[in-house]
């Protein structure tokens, strides 16, 4: 999800503008999914304090660490499902 702007983010999710009222220094918002197997396990964001238009390679930049993001999540889980597994 990409947000280059406030107003374009309280469309689209009306109850984040208290919120956003209270921090005043997001004016804008790049929301890339976390997946694992083809499963969404969560989101990374990135605020940013001034309006601009973000580009492909910016883009391109936040899932590749999304993707980092959730390997790593999902090593952790498969270690702790070890642990648990071994006792």
């Keep these: 999800l990409l947000f280059e702007s406030r107003e374009q983010l309280v469309a689209r999710f009306p109850a ?3 919120y956003l009222d209270a921090v005043r220094d ?3 918002l790049v929301v890339a999914p976390l997946r694992v197997a083809g499963e969404v396990v969560g989101a990374v964001a990135f605020a940013h304090a001034r309006r601009r238009t973000v580009d492909g390679l910016a883009i391109a930049e936040l899932e ?7 390997d790593a999540l999902e090593r952790v889980r498969l270690v702790d499902a070890l642990r648990r597994e071994l006792g």
């Excluded at 590749?64 to 959730?70: G, I, P």
């Design 64 to 70: 590749a660490v999304a993707r980092l993001v959730a």
């Design 16 to 18: 984040v503008a208290e």
């Design 26 to 28: 997001i004016e804008g």
